[in-house]
């Protein structure tokens, strides 16, 4: 497909937020991470705004990331899958999709969320280093993270110990980035707990409550 088709089949996208229901964010985001990132138009209308993006289980998909799912148990795609989602984060915000698209939130879905931190260390480390190549990038990248990205809770993968859930949420920095899920009913979801021990009552009402309405704004327009 060559930049011409590209770039119109992205602002179809971008044209189907703007005017969609939930299930056409999905799909826009299935589309997204499978496209040049820095093929999306400007968003000169704000359309970008309408709806966040929603992006899950890269691993299990799409095998040009470095995570193949071909001849693998489903333990090992489960395993490495967050490698899927690095790649995501770090082509968006390097390929100036945010510079572009202001406004928008890309929402990860099964992402986990012990990866982020060290991620983000390495990512920033490198950004210092090499942001003359690119100069549109023009702030930390754990910034950019904080403002445009959200994390579902399912599946928590972190010990199941109140200490341990206090610091893996201690090392996010930010109470803004997780939103409520339980992926019930398949088989692997979390089990009868709503919510991990270790998580205060306060960040509690923020993932269940706040930060979804505050991501999905639509949400928060019909309880008015």
């Known amino acids: 497909m060559g930049d011409e088709q590209h770039r119109a089949s992205a602002r179809e996208v971008i044209d189907r937020l703007h005017h969609s ?9 299935r589309w997204l991470v499978q496209h040049q990132h ?7 209308a704000g359309k970008s705004d ?4 929603t992006h899950g289980q890269p691993g299990a998909t799409l095998p040009e ?40 939130k890309v929402v990860l879905i099964e992402s986990g969320v012990t990866w982020l931190p060290g ?9 210092r280093g090499l942001r003359t190549e690119v100069p549109w990038v023009d702030r930390a990248p754990i910034e950019i993270v904080r403002d445009h990205f959200r994390l579902t809770i399912q599946p928590f993968d972190a010990p199941d110990h109140p200490e341990s859930v ?13 939103l ?9 979801f ?12 306060a960040l509690r009402r923020k993932i269940a409550v706040d930060n979804p309405l505050s991501t999905y704004r639509r949400l928060a327009e019909g309880t008015g």
């Open 119 to 127: 991620f983000l260390w390495r990512f920033g480390k490198f950004w």
């Open 180 to 188: 409520y899920a339980s992926d019930y009913p398949h088989w692997q």
């Open 21 to 29: 229901a939930l299930g056409d964010a999905v799909e826009a985001g």
């Open 50 to 53: 309408a709806l966040p993006l």
């Open 65 to 104: 990331h470095g995570v193949d799912a071909v001849g693998q148990g489903l333990h090992e795609v489960g395993a490495s899958q967050s490698q899927g989602f690095q790649s995501q984060v770090a082509s968006l915000i390097c390929e100036g999709v945010f510079a572009k698209h202001p406004g928008l």
């Open 38 to 44: 820095s093929s999306l138009p400007d968003d000169d």
């Open 190 to 201: 979390d089990g009868d707990a709503v919510l991990p021990e270790g998580i205060s009552p």
């Open 166 to 178: 206090e610091r893996v949420i201690d090392h996010l920095r930010s109470d803004d980035l997780l």
